[in-house]
């Protein structure tokens, strides 16, 4: 496989992670919209906050690794 064709595959993965952590925070602003529990869905909110940014930071270092590796 290819540099480029890898560092594409990545930079898609990532987006897809950043867009899953935002998807399942609208169903959970929806929730609260919807009379859900405050301080409930406010946790479960941050805790996919800190997931996503976990698996982004993961994916970037990665990628930088790789570019690294590269030279």
């Known amino acids: 496989?290819?540099?480029?064709?890898?560092?594409?595959?990545?930079?898609?993965d990532t987006a897809q992670l950043a867009t899953n952590g935002l998807n399942k925070i609208e169903t959970k602003v929806?929730?609260?919209?919807?009379?859900a529990d405050t301080k409930h869905v406010c946790s479960e909110i941050l805790?996919?906050?800190t997931d996503t940014r976990e698996a982004v930071s993961f994916e970037a270092q990665e990628s930088i690794n790789r570019l690294r590796e590269q030279r």
């Open 1 to 12: 496989m290819g540099t480029h064709h890898h560092d594409l595959i990545t930079a898609i």
């Open 30 to 35: 929806a929730d609260l919209l919807a009379g």
């Open 47 to 49: 805790y996919i906050i």
